[in-house]
């Protein structure tokens, strides 16, 4: 057992052992989220409510894209951390150029989709003219280049699950940092549109990937790699997929359901409301990341106590999560309803008509955000305790109970029934889970407690 297990199996106040994996987490996300919403300034103050448009319009596809890369690190993370826990550093190493070899081929895979069927997806969302066209040129690039996007996104949360959070943490702000300022130089300066805007991404995403690779070949490394012992292993492969599914599922349920609001948002209304659509979802992407960074945090203790028949620790962790994403869910909607003209200022360059869609429509979408936080965390501790199947079904469920209150709701209340949509299929879906997590926890509670009695 090396000094970093040492340091986990410590007498330490199990919320310090939590929040010393799970700041870093945030942190990265939080980075990460930050260039993802200056990415939105930039669009809304020098392309307008179009170019919101056109990138709201894309997010299914990028959202599928980034979310293979997620299932991956996910994945391959979970058992990255199990097989420390299990002191099976071989098999750690293994997962770990499994893991690359397997986004890589992903990358490619989803660069062919993208190129010939990306702008055929707009098409189908009701995109056209100014809007579809901006909306191709942002496609366009990640045709070519999902694989930076795929990859990107699997290495850190690979190098967090290798004990090295504060790493993952930096190279992600550092690929934050660069992104942002491509985008003043690509948008802002050279007037390169939503193309820019992609090309910068990329960019980024590229370095990302060189430091993280440099780190898992380097001294530094717990799962230190080798160019001659790195293998591909089927079984490892299919494992981690199967683990990571639901993080898989949980972007394509965000892509899924971004696809039709914005359909529906067309119908119902007009481009302007899908520009204030995705204000919403830029103002939202703060709080959805540091939730995510909450439970990815958790992820490699619940994960390493799991592994280390640590009971007790994986139901603490479990519920430090849980109280953590539902406070600061209230919390971020209180501060919502207090100043929403000041907060979608931001993404408007002074027009009217998105200031009044964008802030009408954000103070009931939002309403349910605790509960986005908590249905996030339930779905990651069961990826984190092997049980991918309970985390795979949170994921579909998550998607399909919208399906209906899409149907009905803006038949009966037009642009309102569409906002009102997401907090109330989620407020169902949290009834659903809260039960079966209860059973779950309380059934490996007194397991743990029969084996400490024998």
């Not at 309403?367 to 990826?383: C, M, P, Q």
């Not at 309102?416 to 059934?443: E, K, M, Q, T």
Request: glycine share 10%; with cysteine; proline share 3%.
């Amino acid at each position: 057992m090396n000094n970093s297990e040492q340091n986990i199996m410590s007498n330490e106040p199990i919320a310090k052992v939590f929040w010393r994996f799970a700041i870093p987490s945030v942190t990265a996300m939080v980075v990460n989220g930050l260039y993802q919403i200056v990415d939105g300034m930039f669009v809304g103050h020098y392309i307008g409510y179009q170019g919101l448009a056109g990138v709201n319009l894309a997010w299914p596809l990028i959202g599928i894209i980034a979310g293979m890369g997620m299932m991956i690190g996910m994945g391959g993370g979970s058992l990255i951390s199990i097989s420390r826990g299990e002191a099976n550093y071989e098999k750690s190493r293994l997962t770990v150029s499994t893991s690359l070899s397997l986004s890589v081929f992903l990358g490619i895979l989803i660069s062919i989709i993208v190129y010939f069927f990306g702008v055929d997806v707009l098409q189908l969302q009701g995109a056209e003219n100014e809007v579809l066209r901006l909306g191709a040129e942002y496609v366009s690039v990640f045709s070519w280049g999902a694989i930076f996007t795929v990859v990107s996104a699997a290495l850190p949360m690979l190098i967090r699950n290798d004990n090295s959070p504060n790493t993952a943490t930096a190279i992600m702000a550092i690929g934050a940092l660069i992104n942002i300022a491509l985008d003043y130089l690509f948008i802002g300066v050279w007037g390169l549109e939503l193309k820019g805007a992609a090309i910068a991404t990329l960019l980024s995403q590229s370095i990302v990937i060189i430091i993280a690779l440099k780190y898992f070949f380097s001294k530094y490394a717990q799962t230190r790699l080798k160019l001659s012992g790195c293998y591909f292993d089927c079984k490892v492969a299919i494992r981690s997929i199967t683990l990571g599914s639901s993080s898989l599922l949980m972007f394509f349920y965000f892509s899924f359901i971004s696809a039709i609001h914005n359909k529906l948002l067309l119908h119902y209304g007009t481009p302007v409301h899908v520009g204030a659509f995705a204000v919403i979802v830029y103002i939202g992407v703060i709080y959805y990341l540091t939730a995510e960074g909450i439970a990815n945090g958790m992820q490699p203790l619940a994960s390493y106590f799991f592994g280390s028949t640590q009971g007790d620790n994986v139901i603490s962790v479990l519920t430090i999560a849980i109280k953590s994403v539902v406070t600061l869910g209230i919390v971020v909607v209180i501060v919502l309803y207090m100043f929403p003209d000041v907060i979608v200022g931001f993404f408007s360059q002074g027009d009217p008509n998105l200031l009044e869609a964008a802030v009408h429509g954000m103070k009931i979408h939002l309403l349910g955000l605790a509960l986005d936080g908590f249905i996030f965390v339930a779905s990651v501790y069961f990826v984190s305790v092997d049980q991918g199947g309970k985390a795979l079904a949170i994921s579909v469920c998550n998607m399909m109970i919208q399906l209906p209150f899409l149907y009905f709701l803006p038949n009966w209340f037009g642009i309102d029934g569409i906002w009102l949509s997401v907090p109330l299929s989620n407020l169902v879906l949290s009834l659903i889970i809260i039960p079966i997590l209860w059973r779950d926890v309380s059934s490996k509670r007194k397991f743990y407690k029969k084996k400490v009695a024998y």
